[in-house]
C-alpha cells in the first residue's frame, strides 16, 4: 500500500495558479491607481540624473515641489482664454512658459486686452519679469 505525500507549505486558498494570481493582482492594482487618478511615466534620462530623480521621489513634499515647478515651466491653455485663441492650431495642452509669452508678443493685436481677466493679466506681467526684463514687447 503507498502512502500519498503529504504537501507542505501554504494550503490553496485560490483556484488560480500563482502566475495568474500575480496577473489578477497587478490588473486590480493598475485599475486602483486609475481610479486615484495616478499614472505611472517613463522617462529615458543619463543614468546620473535618473539616479538623482529616484532619490528625490523619496523625499517628502516632492510631488509638491514638481507641481510648482511645473507650474512655473508649463502654462496650462485652456485656463487663459486668449491665449486659447493665440493656440487655435495647436494640439498639446500644454504651453512651454517661454513660448507663451513670445505667443503674446507676436499676436498682441489679437488679444483683447480689455476682457482679460486678472488671472491672465497676472500671467502676463509674470512671464514678461521671468523672460524679458519686465518688459512686454508689443
Same mark, same amino acid.
Given at each position: 500500500? +503507498? ?8 494550503? &490553496?486558498? %485560490?483556484? /488560480? %495558479?500563482?502566475?495568474? !494570481?500575480?496577473?489578477? &493582482?497587478?490588473? &486590480? ?10 499614472? #505611472?511615466? #517613463?522617462?529615458?534620462?543619463? *543614468?546620473?540624473?535618473?539616479?538623482? =530623480?529616484?532619490? *528625490?521621489? %523619496? !523625499? ?13 515651466? =508649463?502654462?496650462?491653455?485652456?485656463? /487663459? ?12 495642452? /500644454?504651453?512651454?512658459? +517661454?513660448?507663451?509669452?513670445? =505667443? /503674446? ?16 493679466? +497676472?500671467?502676463?506681467?509674470?512671464? *514678461? ?10
Amino acid at each position: 500500500m +503507498e502512502r500519498t505525500r503529504k504537501r507542505t507549505g501554504r494550503p &490553496a486558498t %485560490s483556484p /488560480y %495558479s500563482r502566475p495568474e !494570481q500575480l496577473r489578477l &493582482a497587478k490588473r &486590480a492594482q493598475r485599475e486602483r491607481e486609475r481610479r486615484a487618478g495616478v499614472r #505611472a511615466v #517613463a522617462l529615458k534620462l543619463p *543614468a546620473r540624473e535618473a539616479d538623482r =530623480l529616484r532619490a *528625490a521621489v %523619496s !523625499q517628502p513634499g516632492f510631488a509638491e515641489r514638481l507641481g510648482r515647478f511645473l507650474d512655473e515651466e =508649463l502654462i496650462d491653455i485652456d485656463a /487663459y482664454e486668449n491665449l486659447k485663441g493665440l493656440c487655435w492650431n495647436r494640439r498639446g495642452r /500644454y504651453l512651454a512658459a +517661454e513660448e507663451a509669452l513670445r =505667443l /503674446y508678443e507676436r499676436n498682441w493685436r489679437f488679444v483683447d486686452s480689455v476682457r482679460m481677466k486678472p488671472e491672465e493679466r +497676472e500671467l502676463i506681467k509674470r512671464l *514678461a519679469t521671468r523672460f524679458g526684463n519686465g518688459i512686454l514687447h508689443v
